[in-house]
């Protein structure tokens, strides 16, 4: 009886998919989510969207804080950077998607490199505090700059188009955000297999040994901050595309830490931490909506507590996985999928 993978070549190694088995599993869920728009109500094709953006907006962050020890909370407003540039590039220049998406990603990496630049004498407490002083900064001149932004009224956003072909809609929008979502995924799992991902992770285990190594951290930190907000500004920017219509309340403060949320649960630096974490925080607050909407004739006051059940639950769900599995949803799935794989000798 085989128990365990044997890797007898460096190709085996360093294969993203260790056998073919989970090959195909990856295959037959890639299918069913391609068949999802088949079958789901608009509300389920509504949630799965917002679940692949918050998946690629949780992977950048990840790229920053769990592989680069760069603790952020300026993801709201770097999200509101990638929207508002959508709104500007496809509003006002009429220009097509495919254009829209990665330059919206590049003006947030620009904008998410210059509020990186204090990394280079800030870390911890004191790098978050400056991240979260960036909020404020981009958030106030989204309000006040209503000649672009429409100010706390809002702005538009045209639908999608490429050629003739409209994606407006959340069953159209859905395959270019699937779309978007497994590339970036797929190129944030290979980063680090490189040089680069590798300097990162060196950063976050210990900066001054990795700079003693030959390692240029503060120009790794600035590429780690432009990596991640260019994650981040796609994921903006798609949310701008299913919105229609985006104001400042689109991005408060609590989508930041929703955000941090996800990567702590899901798993620091891992990939899939990020995909597990942004599942569960977006399934959250919907699957209390319906618990609480199936017991409102018995408990009338649940729907007037929604708000403080979501955020308690939020806090209790974090607190939880700190003390219980601090490394992630990502580290019990593995250890769960090891179990397996050396069965029966699983000791």
Known sequence: M???DFRETY???MAIFETSFARRMLFLFLGVLLLLPTFASAFWLDIGNRILIAVIAATGLNILTGFTGQISLGNAAFLSVGAYATAVFAGKWGLPFPVVIP???LVTAAVGMV???PSLRLKGLYLAVATLAAHFVIEFTI?????VTGGVNGTSVPPARIGGLDLGGDRRLYYLVLALAVGLL???KNLFRTKVGKAFVAIRDQDISAEVMGVQVFKYKL???GVSSFYVGVAGSLLGYQAGIISPENFPITVAIDQLGMIIIGGLGSILGSIFGAVFITLLPELLRLVTGSLADSFPQLTTLFASLKMGVFGLAIVLFLVFEPDGMAARWHTIRNYWKLYPFSY
């Open 103 to 105: 330059l919206a990603g």
């Open 2 to 4: 085989r128990c365990g």
């Open 223 to 225: 590429l780690s901050f």
């Open 11 to 13: 190709a085996e190694d």
């Open 115 to 117: 509020f990186g630049i």
């Open 186 to 188: 797929l190129f944030a």
């Open 143 to 147: 309000t006040h700059w209503e000649s």
